[in-house]
């Protein structure tokens, strides 16, 4: 059993910066795939950047170049620093942890542990 548990969300001018993070349980957690996804009203979860047990990493166009994932296997923390924010980004932000090694982490389907989810906003 996996528990993921977000926070750093905020409001925050265009243009600003955030960082996230993501505290997990679990003896294992150095081999999860570990991903980040948002979800904004009225529009469909999306997958943004994801980080395998070898610290790679993959993003969406949407926020390639302005957010970075990254994870401390020693803390068990996963975090997301996102720059250059725009209203666009505005959603709830939520951590999963993969843990079946089953192909990629950013195109995985069994992200089966989620955290609450913390939200972001950057307004215009």
């Known amino acids: 059993q996996v528990q993921l548990q977000e926070s750093g969300g905020g409001s925050v001018q265009a243009g600003g910066s955030l960082r996230l993070s993501c505290a997990a349980s679990?003896?294992?957690?150095?081999?999860?795939?570990m991903g980040w996804f948002r979800q904004a009203p009225g529009r469909e979860r999306e997958g943004i950047a994801s980080?395998?047990?070898?610290?790679?990493?993959r993003y969406a166009d949407s926020v390639k170049g302005r957010f970075t994932i990254s994870r401390d296997n020693a803390k068990n923390i996963l975090y997301l620093q996102m720059n250059s924010l725009k209203p666009e980004d505005t959603a709830m932000y939520y951590c999963?942890?993969?843990?079946?090694?089953?192909?990629?982490?950013?195109?995985?389907?069994?992200?089966?542990?989620w955290g609450q989810g913390t939200q972001v906003t950057a307004p215009h």
């Open positions: 999963a942890a993969d843990d079946t090694h089953l192909g990629s982490c950013y195109t995985s389907q069994y992200y089966g542990y």
């Open positions: 679990g003896s294992t957690y150095s081999s999860y795939c």
């Open positions: 980080i395998d047990s070898f610290r790679r990493t």
